[in-house]
């Protein structure tokens, strides 16, 4: 995300803030997650993030006084300097990332995708004792639904939630059900805002912001009109303010007409807004950000070594190795790649 900082928010050393607050000051952003704080406090010792006099993000091995322009934080990395990249990091599709979904669906042969059966549990259809060459040549899983007839598999991957995940495994294996059960979640919404462009003084420069607990109710807000081509008319903006998440777990029991007036009573003297929104929409995610928390990555060795037990049963999603979407293809092809291999017999 690129970063500008609004008038009237104080600026922060990230590395400071982070060891100050441990948790929940941390700056949330979209996915409001805490942070990983075993993992990143350690590569903050090489790294420093912080909000020069400019009110610009800056982050390289040294502080940088005086930079010109935002750049993006994913490019920051240890011991090298800034090198901008004017295409940016932010990727989507026309009609949003859904679009790749139904291409996807349209793409495969039909009844390859299933869409609308509930899986209500995972089971094994072979005993414990039968012979190898049996265990490898036959469909070892059955995938058990709520309407229609089970499916039988040679290899599952389970790409739900933890907690869903828990839930279809509790009666296969207990000890990798209540593992994975054990990742907690948080709720967030997303406000829409749409207003005429000359309504908000803001330049809107970058992407968005991030704010700490210090600072507000909000956890992020982002320009979806600046970030990507095609979301607005030129003559109007468009923004996404977020809420909720692991610091205000009790977001999601307000309101629609609530939710809008926070957002917009929080924006307004940050942006400089002179008129009411011309729309306005909220998107409820419940349960939708998975919370990596102190001792996740122990957790997810344990999850893994349960696993081993179960040749031929994967999992993979945001509650396991990574909350980001680029994390999550990375695993997924991951994964895929070790079921595709068990198919072959080479797993």
């Given at each position: 995300?690129?970063?500008?900082?609004?008038?009237?928010?104080?600026?922060?050393?990230?590395?400071?803030?982070?060891?100050?607050?441990?948790?929940?000051?941390?700056?949330?952003?979209?996915?409001a997650f805490?942070?990983?704080?075993?993992?990143?406090?350690?590569?903050?010792?090489?790294?420093?993030v912080?909000?020069?006099q400019?009110?610009?993000?800056s982050?390289?091995?040294e502080?940088?006084?005086?930079?010109?322009?935002?750049?993006?934080?994913?490019?920051?990395?240890a011991?090298?300097?800034?090198?901008?990249?004017?295409n940016g990091?932010?990727?989507?599709?026309?009609?949003?990332?859904?679009e790749l979904?139904?291409?996807?669906?349209?793409?495969?042969?039909?009844?390859?995708?299933?869409?609308?059966?509930?899986?209500?549990?995972?089971?094994d259809?072979?005993?414990?004792?039968?012979?190898?060459?049996?265990?490898?040549a036959?469909?070892?899983?059955?995938?058990?639904?709520a309407?229609g007839?089970p499916?039988?598999?040679r290899?599952?991957?389970?790409?739900?939630?933890?907690?869903?995940?828990?839930?279809?495994?509790?009666?296969?294996?207990?000890?990798l059900?209540r593992?994975?059960?054990?990742?907690?979640?948080a709720?967030?919404a997303?406000?829409?805002?749409?207003?005429d462009?000359?309504?908000?003084?803001?330049?809107?420069?970058g992407?968005?912001?991030?704010?700490?607990?210090?600072?507000?109710?909000?956890?992020?807000?982002?320009?979806l009109s600046?970030k990507?081509?095609?979301?607005?008319?030129?003559?109007?903006?468009?923004?996404?303010?977020?809420?909720?998440?692991?610091?205000?777990?009790?977001?999601?029991?307000?309101?629609?007409?609530?939710?809008v007036r926070?957002?917009?009573?929080?924006?307004?003297?940050?942006?400089?807004?002179?008129?009411?929104?011309?729309?306005?929409?909220?998107?409820?995610w419940?349960?939708a950000?998975?919370q990596?928390?102190?001792?996740?990555?122990?957790?997810?060795?344990?999850?893994?070594?349960?696993?081993?037990?179960?040749?031929?049963?994967?999992?993979?999603g945001?509650?396991?190795r990574?909350?980001?979407?680029?994390?999550?293809i990375a695993?997924g092809?991951?994964?895929?790649r070790?079921?595709?291999?068990?198919?072959?017999?080479?797993?």
């Amino acid at each position: 995300m690129r970063f500008e900082k609004p008038a009237g928010m104080r600026g922060f050393t990230l590395r400071d803030r982070l060891r100050r607050s441990r948790r929940d000051d941390f700056p949330a952003g979209v996915a409001a997650f805490r942070p990983k704080i075993d993992d990143v406090v350690g590569c903050l010792d090489h790294i420093q993030v912080m909000l020069n006099q400019e009110h610009r993000v800056s982050g390289v091995d040294e502080p940088v006084q005086g930079l010109e322009q935002p750049f993006h934080v994913g490019q920051v990395q240890a011991g090298r300097r800034l090198v901008e990249n004017i295409n940016g990091v932010f990727r989507s599709l026309p009609g949003g990332l859904s679009e790749l979904v139904r291409t996807l669906v349209q793409a495969l042969p039909p009844g390859t995708v299933q869409t609308g059966a509930a899986v209500t549990r995972i089971s094994d259809r072979l005993s414990t004792e039968s012979p190898p060459d049996i265990v490898e040549a036959s469909p070892r899983f059955r995938v058990e639904r709520a309407s229609g007839a089970p499916i039988e598999a040679r290899a599952v991957i389970l790409a739900t939630p933890a907690f869903v995940t828990s839930t279809l495994t509790r009666d296969y294996d207990a000890d990798l059900s209540r593992l994975c059960g054990e990742i907690p979640y948080a709720s967030s919404a997303a406000i829409v805002l749409a207003f005429d462009r000359q309504a908000v003084r803001h330049p809107l420069n970058g992407s968005g912001f991030v704010v700490p607990r210090v600072e507000g109710t909000l956890l992020a807000v982002s320009w979806l009109s600046s970030k990507w081509p095609g979301r607005a008319p030129d003559d109007r903006v468009l923004l996404r303010a977020f809420v909720g998440g692991a610091r205000d777990p009790r977001a999601l029991e307000r309101s629609d007409e609530e939710l809008v007036r926070q957002a917009q009573t929080a924006l307004t003297p940050l942006l400089g807004m002179t008129a009411p929104p011309l729309l306005s929409r909220v998107y409820r995610w419940e349960r939708a950000n998975a919370q990596h928390e102190v001792g996740h990555q122990a957790r997810i060795a344990a999850i893994e070594h349960a696993l081993t037990r179960h040749a031929g049963l994967y999992v993979t999603g945001s509650g396991f190795r990574g909350t980001g979407i680029p994390d999550c293809i990375a695993d997924g092809r991951s994964t895929a790649r070790a079921a595709f291999g068990k198919l072959k017999g080479k797993g």
